[in-house]
């Protein structure tokens, strides 16, 4: 799983914006749930569930957005 930073392209230019793509949110929940899954702490495994959960949210935004 790479989850390198959204935004850097070339010498860290900023190239895409990602927030109104709801698959990219998803993707990345998916990305996190599995991490989540692989952790037996189960206050760190909470705590990436709520950046799941986040996730999720930023997606359905987005999805909101696009019906505009």
Do not use: C, F
Not at 26 to 49: F, K, Y
């Amino acid at each position: 799983m790479t989850m390198g930073h959204p935004y850097a392209g070339e010498g860290g230019m900023a190239y895409q914006s990602h927030l109104d793509d709801p698959e990219y949110w998803r993707d990345r929940a998916e990305q996190v749930r599995a991490l989540a899954d692989q952790v037996s702490n189960q206050t760190a495994r909470d705590a990436i569930l709520r950046i799941v959960t986040d996730y999720e949210l930023l997606a359905d935004r987005a999805q909101a957005r696009a019906k505009r």
